[in-house]
T-cell receptor
Framework: NAGVTQTPKFQVLKTGQSMTLQCAQD?????MSWYRQDPGMGLRLIHY???????DQGEVPNGYNVSRSTTEDFPLRLLSAAPSQTSVYFC?????????????FGPGTRLTVT | AQKITQTQPGMFVQEKEAVTLDCTYD???????LFWYKQPSSGEMIFLIY??????QNATEGRYSLNFQKARKSANLVISASQLGDSAMYFC?????????????FGAGTRLFVKA
């Protein structure tokens, strides 16, 4: 199993550009999440999904869209990039939304917006 | 609203000694899960330990134990016999049940430095 994969690993965008960060998992996990990690602020939840076709907002959803058309994939779209979106983005999955299931994380995407 | 607080931005511990990393949480849900993760300098996130809100015993996993005090809403991580490889960021996280929509949120983290 590859686990949770994220592409690209690094990305530089200009202000106003849009892009999609890809996330895929091959563990048949129902629950997937996107986080951003900024120095001193830990991981902040952007959007999450408890199953295919179901998504919900996290703590910092503005400027980001998600969809979950399949169990495996959970792409994150930046609609119009801003310098404030410079961050490291992590995708994570867990077996289900059940309380006892830990999350498995991808390696992260380092995004710089100039 | 959910909240996780880790009040120690950085901690130092001598090799082979024990260290406690603090975590307090706020939730109105009766059912929730608490997690600790480790992030070494390489950047990956590693799951360490889990405690359920209804678990009566504190969770243990090898050198890691979770000091769960439900009434105080605290879930401190205890690392016994620290090793140099324990130097990393440590994050406390909580997943709420139905009230919180099954969100999983994290604290700001504590950076642990283990001294030889």
């Amino acid at each position: 199993n590859a686990g949770v994969t994220q592409t690209p690993k690094f990305q530089v965008l200009k202000t106003g550009q849009s892009m999609t960060l890809q996330c895929a998992q091959d563990m048949n996990h129902e629950y997937m999440s996107w986080y951003r990690q900024d120095p001193g602020m830990g991981l902040r939840l952007i959007h999450y999904s408890v199953g295919a076709g179901i998504t919900d907002q996290g703590e910092v959803p503005n400027g980001y869209n998600v969809s979950r058309s399949t169990t495996e994939d959970f792409p994150l779209r930046l609609l119009s990039a801003a310098p404030s979106q410079t961050s490291v983005y992590f995708c994570a999955s867990s077996r289900s939304a059940g309380l006892a299931y830990e999350q498995y994380f991808g390696p992260g995407t380092r995004l710089t917006v100039t | 609203a959910q909240k996780i607080t880790q009040t120690q931005p950085g901690m130092f511990v001598q090799e082979k000694e024990a260290v406690t990393l603090d975590c307090t949480y706020d939730t109105s849900d009766q059912s929730y899960g608490l997690f600790w993760y480790k992030q070494p300098s390489s950047g990956e996130m590693i799951f360490l330990i889990y405690q359920g809100s209804y678990d009566e015993q504190n969770a243990t996993e090898g050198r890691y134990s979770l000091n769960f005090q439900k009434a105080r809403k605290s879930a401190n991580l205890v690392i016994s016999a620290s090793q140099l490889g324990d130097s990393a960021m440590y994050f406390c996280a909580m997943r709420e049940g139905t009230t919180g929509g099954f969100k999983t949120i994290f604290g700001a983290g504590t950076r642990l430095f283990v001294k030889a």
